[in-house]
C-alpha cells in the first residue's frame, strides 16, 4: 500500500483574485452567525494572502498584533476589525435578515 502525503490546508493559498477574496469574505460572514472570532479569523486568512505586513502598514498596527488579533483565539476590537476591513479594501454590507 501506498503512503499518502497530506498537508494543512490554507485558504489563504486559495485567494487570488478580488473575486475569490470578496467570495470568500461574503461566505465567511453568511457562516460565522454569531460567532466574532470566525469573521476574525476569515479576516487574517484574507489579510494573509494579501500579505501581512502591507496589511499592518496599511492599519498602522503592529504585524505580531495582527496575527494574534485575527488569528480566531484573540479578540480584536471592532475597530480594529473595521481598519482591517479597510485596509483590505472591503466593505461590509448590512441588508435585513
Known amino acids: ?3 499518502v502525503k497530506l498537508r494543512k490546508w490554507d485558504s ?12 470568500y469574505f461574503d ?9 466574532p472570532a470566525f469573521i476574525a479569523h476569515a479576516l487574517g486568512v484574507i489579510a494573509r ?11 498602522g498596527l503592529a504585524r505580531e498584533s495582527l496575527y ?3 488569528s480566531g483565539e484573540g479578540n480584536p476590537e471592532f475597530g480594529t476589525i473595521l481598519k482591517v476591513v479597510k485596509a483590505l479594501g472591503l466593505k461590509l454590507h448590512v441588508s435585513a435578515a
Open 1 to 3: 500500500m501506498e503512503t
Open 12 to 23: 489563504a493559498e486559495h485567494l487570488q483574485t478580488e473575486e475569490d477574496i470578496v467570495a
Open 27 to 35: 461566505a465567511c460572514l453568511e457562516e460565522a452567525g454569531d460567532d
Open 49 to 59: 494572502a494579501r500579505g501581512m505586513s502591507q496589511v499592518a502598514r496599511d492599519t
Open 68 to 70: 494574534k488579533a485575527l
